[in-house]
């Protein structure tokens, strides 16, 4: 089992910044990736980022936070980032951390490929 704790959530202005952080702890090793979804009221979940480090390395991004977001992992790959530059009022969601160590083939932008999820951390932006 792996446990995964966000943070970093809050409340910004439009073209402001965060980071958001996702601790992993557990069977940690048995993690190759690691992702950032969303959700919206109203909205289904929507994948944001997502990073490896296994038997492939790479990064990947929706369309819509491509150039304004980065994620990123500490060497140990424990601990996920997530920094949004560039804050619009669209991004405002529930942001959730989610880790992939099944490996189903699916593909990193569904979230039926990952095995575990945090609680989620909020993210408001005000126009």
Request: aromatic letters at 12%.
């Amino acid at each position: 089992q792996v446990q995964l704790v966000e943070s970093g959530g809050g409340l910004v202005q439009a073209g402001g910044s965060l980071r958001l952080s996702c601790v992993a702890s557990g069977r940690t090793r048995s993690m190759y990736a690691m992702a950032w979804f969303r959700q919206a009221p109203g909205k289904e979940r929507e994948f944001v980022a997502a990073i490896t480090w296994s038997w492939q390395t790479g990064t990947h991004y929706a369309d819509s936070v491509k150039g304004r977001f980065t994620i990123s992992r500490s060497g140990n790959k424990n601990t996920g980032y997530l920094q949004m530059n560039s804050l619009k009022p669209e991004d405002t969601a529930v942001y959730y951390c989610a880790a992939d160590s099944s490996m189903r083939g699916i593909g990193l932008k569904r979230r039926e490929e990952y095995d575990y999820w945090g609680q989620g951390t909020q993210v408001t932006v005000s126009s």
